[in-house]
């Protein structure tokens, strides 16, 4: 056999070829034999959930319904923050003209504004006092930097 012989038969593969005979039938009788089967072999009634199953879902279930009744019970005790409308120590806001300095000029804010939360919660914190402290200090020189830049 050369090359051309077996190109030809090549070829000849790229026809459709159709079966001999109908496949679905036997499909359809083979899964009729199934269904009859398990038909004959099931009860009528089944349980839709085992016992083992139906005790891990019941924990489950109050497993989440502790956790959710837990966080509301610590939502409505958590204290509420005073509004910061009242707190005359924190200075008026100061944007400046720069748009480069003005998104720092927010993040500071919004910084400021979390730390007095912050403070609020726990006012005899050193850590939260040396951070305002900080945050102030950069706000001072952000406003340098808008002072120099004209």
């Given amino acids: ?8 038969q090549l070829r000849d593969l790229r026809q459709p070829l159709a079966p001999r005979r109908d496949l679905w039938d036997a499909i359809d009788a083979a899964l009729d034999d199934v269904e009859r089967t ?13 016992a083992p199953r139906r005790r891990w879902l019941a924990a489950a279930l109050a497993a989440s319904l502790l956790l959710a009744g837990g966080i509301g019970w610590r939502v409505l005790q958590a204290p509420t923050a005073a509004p910061l409308a009242g707190n005359t120590t924190s200075p008026t806001r100061w944007k400046p003209s720069d748009p480069r300095l003005a998104g720092a000029a927010v993040e500071l804010d919004a910084a400021q504004m979390e730390l007095h939360l912050a403070l609020q919660q726990a006012p005899h914190s ?25």
């Fill in 1 to 8: 056999m050369n090359e051309f012989e077996w190109r030809r």
């Fill in 126 to 150: 050193p850590a939260l006092q040396r951070l305002l402290d900080r945050t102030e200090q950069q706000q001072a020189q952000l406003r340098q930097l808008a002072i120099q830049a004209g």
């Fill in 38 to 50: 398990q038909a004959a072999a099931n009860p009528v009634w089944r349980e839709p959930w085992p």
